[in-house]
């Protein structure tokens, strides 16, 4: 049978049987056996549809790199309190970062601002470094990049002179606010059910009116009460909370000793109403990383590892808490990459301890239960559905294509590369379980190559680690595969439910390789290019019609 859709954004799939068929093939979606129009619209449009694909005759792979040390094996030394992980080469929160040395060089290589250890073993004393905070004194360290350190307080300073008071709201509210309840709002319609299970609260609701010189903190509820205490979401709160583990920023603070940009340009404004928040002790209130938009991002990645539907809407929240720092005039790009960074990797690490493993499914199954139950709808497929029914004027986060833009914008912040562009993306080990429940009928090495696939060009500042988790497109790769380099065959099993039963692939995908669907999953393919998501060779718009 020829199926071929012609709904906007669907276009026909090629696949490795004797005939070639449509990704969400149904018989009355069924076109005509000679192409002269397509069924149950009367439009007469003809269709040509293209041969089937040869294939390359494997699939591809993609492999850790090999002779590094992995962040999901080594993420416990992530800490300050011992002499033995100080450096670049023992410490993974610093290591993960080292590209930023590319761009700076701290007045010391070890995690010593502010810190005092005692000798252990081999391992010798730390004192305190004498770094004072104050870029360009004799206690600073050397900017080896001064067009990329200028573009990047540049951005800030741009940034804080153009803010306007909706986005001092904004930037005040990520600030104040504890960053697992600031970034719920990416659940969109799910939010308020979410916030009455986890139990989350807050106390910032607007800029007080004294905020100019009083510091409000937020004494409501971050990520919501655990399991001990909560029947509802419990054990999706104990989850949240295990994906942070390790994940402290105060060691590569303290390793990088890189200032905050309203130390380094007074063209950078701080919002008047988070001036309290100013800390007076710049000796050990490093700029790079940025502590808030790493919290964000591992209380964002580990919602939507609990609530995929609303994966990629998460992701976008995370990055604009991100972006606010920047409006606030608290952080700079680079503080921000460098949060993201780390962060994509501390939750990979923490998915990938055995008790967070046994931890996974019952809080997935426990959040979805929970939504499907209080939305009164049946299944994943009709949570999906009701998760974007709300219109941009309610849901800030409802535009696909608008929110990819805005995503892949942030992951880069427009730097000009500093190195070769071509690079091969690499993958870091254990990072395709940030898809698991976004893609769960692709096998673990499926899921390593759509990441690959996806995965940002290579040249960008502190981007290029050499694990590859600054490369990483998780919008992306939500979206699905970004090249077939190999053959790929899919078996969905409708019977599991969710993206199990029904998924859509946005990428526009090239390559070589042919897809294979099998089983009784549907399976819509194409973005806004008419012969996007084609397997093997790609017919051009005039042969392959999609409306």
């Known amino acids: 049978m020829l199926a071929v859709r012609k709904h906007r954004h669907i276009v026909p799939l090629l696949l490795a049987t004797a005939v070639a068929a449509g990704c969400s093939s149904n018989s009355h979606d069924a076109a005509p056996a000679d192409g002269s129009g397509a069924p149950g619209d009367g439009s007469g449009d003809a269709y040509t549809l293209p041969p089937p694909p040869t294939g390359t005759g494997a699939e591809a792979t993609a492999a850790p790199p090999a002779g590094v040390v992995a962040y999901v094996d080594d993420g416990a030394t992530n800490v300050r309190t011992d002499p033995c992980h100080v450096t670049v080469d023992s410490n993974a929160g610093v290591r993960v970062l080292r590209g930023f040395l590319d761009i700076w060089r701290p007045s010391t290589l070890l995690v010593d601002a502010g810190v005092t250890l005692a000798a252990s ?60 309840y600031s970034v719920t ?15 989350q609260a807050t106390t910032i609701f607007a ?14 509820n971050n990520i919501g009460f655990g399991s001990a205490t909560n029947p509802n979401l419990g054990l999706a709160v104990d989850f949240i909370a295990a994906m942070s583990g390790d994940g402290s920023t105060e060691p590569a603070k303290r390793f990088y ?15 008047q109403s988070l001036v309290p928040a100013e800390s007076a002790t710049p000796a050990t209130d490093g700029g790079f990383l ?15 590892y609990l609530v995929p539907q609303r ?11 991100g972006e606010n720092r920047i409006i606030a005039g608290m952080h700079s790009p680079l503080d921000v990459i460098g949060g993201r960074i780390q962060a994509t990797a501390v939750v990979a690490y923490n998915l990938s301890k055995p008790a967070n493993v046994a931890l996974a499914k019952p809080a997935f199954d426990q959040a979805q239960s929970w939504l499907r139950t209080r939305i009164g709808v049946a299944d994943a497929v009709a949570l999906e559905a009701f998760a974007h029914a709300a219109p941009l004027a309610t849901d800030r986060f409802a535009a696909h294509d608008g929110n990819r833009a805005t995503v892949r914008a942030r992951l880069t912040y427009s730097f000009t590369p500093i190195a070769s562009t071509t690079a091969p993306a690499v993958v870091p080990k254990g990072a395709e379980v940030l898809l698991e429940t976004r893609l769960p009928y692709l096998t673990a ?35 699905g595969y970004g090249a077939f380099g190999g053959d790929v065959t899919v078996a969905m099993d409708a019977a599991q439910g969710g993206f199990s039963a029904t998924d859509a692939w946005r990428n ?3 390559g070589p390789g042919k897809l294979t669907k099998r089983g009784t999953g549907r399976l819509r393919c194409g973005s806004s290019s008419p012969a996007s998501c084609m397997a093997g060779s790609r017919p051009s718009p005039s042969t392959a019609s999609a409306r």
């Open 290 to 304: 940025s502590g808030h938009a790493a919290e964000g991002w591992r209380d964002a990645l580990a919602m939507a």
């Open 121 to 180: 073993g081999a391992c010798p004393a730390v004192t305190p470094a004498t770094w004072s905070g104050i870029p360009g004194d004799a206690t600073d360290g050397v900017v080896l990049n001064a067009a990329v350190h200028a573009a990047n307080i540049g951005y800030v300073e741009a940034a804080t002179q153009a803010r306007t008071a909706a986005q001092e709201l904004a930037a005040y509210l990520d600030d104040r606010r504890q960053k697992g």
């Open 508 to 510: 526009d995908i090239a």
């Open 207 to 220: 800029i007080a009116a004294d905020a100019n010189t009083v510091l409000h903190n937020d004494t409501g």
């Open 185 to 199: 709002d990416g659940l969109g319609p799910l939010t308020p059910v979410w916030l009455l299970g986890s139990q």
């Open 445 to 479: 090495a499926q899921r390593r190559v759509v990441l690959a696939t996806t995965a940002l060009a290579s040249g960008y500042p502190v981007l290029d680690d050499e694990e590859g988790w600054g490369r990483l497109n998780l919008f992306a790769a939500a979206d």
């Open 257 to 271: 000793k890189y200032a905050r940009p309203w130390r380094w340009s007074t063209n950078v404004g701080v919002a």
């Open 311 to 321: 994966y990629q809407e998460l992701i976008a929240r995370a990055l604009e808490l």
